[in-house]
């Protein structure tokens, strides 16, 4: 495994995330008891954690409202983007960059977790599976 992404979920872990790597190694699903699960992986040379949510067939049948949630949840983060993929499956994602650092990533962590509360409680929730 990345000692980078190691570290990253040493960090995690003292947050309560549990990490279970793929057969590889070079993917870590990380679980927790009250938060968002998410899979981390190394890309361009930092850690992009994902949280991957299927998309009930309401999303398609108000496909313009579904998309303007989403938009204005991107003009509203601090940290995450959020979109959905060719399969019409949700994502919310961010790419953190080495070095790594406690502090820092610790605060990147609240604004992660800040993200997911405006998430949940903008309602988008009703699109999701």
């Known amino acids: 495994m990345d000692p980078f992404l190691e570290q ?3 960090h995690l872990a003292f947050l ?4 279970e790597p793929n057969e590889s190694g ?3 699903r990380m679980s927790h008891p009250s938060r968002a699960d998410f899979t981390m992986r190394m890309y361009l040379g930092g850690c992009l954690m994902t949280a991957w949510y299927g998309t009930r067939p ?4 108000e496909r313009e409202a579904f998309l303007e949630a989403i938009n204005a949840l991107n003009a509203r983060a ?6 959905v993929d060719d399969e019409f499956d949700f994502a919310a994602e961010m790419l953190y960059l080495p070095p790594y650092d406690r ?4 605060s990147v962590m609240d604004l992660w977790h800040r993200d997911f509360s405006q998430m949940f409680e903008s309602g988008l929730n009703q699109y999701l599976s």
């Open 8 to 10: 990253l979920a040493g």
């Open 16 to 19: 309560g995330y549990q990490a």
């Open 26 to 28: 070079e993917v870590l």
């Open 58 to 61: 309401q999303a398609l049948v």
């Open 78 to 83: 601090a940290v995450v983007r959020y979109y």
């Open 103 to 106: 502090v820092g990533f610790g």
